[in-house]
């Protein structure tokens, strides 16, 4: 025999050796490792269960009011003839030609804008006249919501006349 070929064929059955007492150490290991630490089990007592009971929060009952005298209502007579612009008045927004006008925190064109009446929009007349620079002012607030107010240029403004009642013979 060659002394190679002798060689050879003991590395081979060395290598298949090493394999395998690799694997069969491995395993073993593997084996202790499962042994030595325990599994998670389900917990001997159960897990606490809270009821929750939701209480509605309180709310306002609203308390009528009733007055021991009912107050008579007088009514409010304007001293302006018809057509005239002044407190009192009821005005509509005019002339913006859609662009709309800058009701103003104060009486002048450089004062901070509040927000901006459309056309045809109805103000009544608060307060005013005031002249500054070009124009003559007036303080206009919207007969539905007392937060749209402001000054606002006459050039723009158109009074309205009101319908008054007439009386059915």
Known sequence: MDRNSGRS???????VAAVLLAGA??????????????????????TPVYQVTLIP????????????EVPT????????PEGVLGIGAYVKVTG???????MRADAGTDAAINFLAMDEEVFKVIGGPLVNGDYTWWQLEAPYDATRAGWAAET???????ATPTAQP
């Open 156 to 162: 723009f403004l158109e009074v309205i006349v009101l």
């Open 73 to 80: 209502a007088t009514p409010s007579v304007s001293i302006l």
């Open 9 to 15: 064929g003991i590395q081979l059955v060395s290598i």
């Open 96 to 102: 913006t030609q859609g662009l709309g006008l800058r």
């Open 57 to 68: 929060a309180p709310t306002h009952t609203p308390t009528a009011y009733l007055p021991t």
């Open 25 to 46: 150490i491995f395993g073993l290991g593997y084996l202790l490792f499962k042994i030595a630490i325990p599994r998670e089990s389900a917990p001997a007592e159960k």
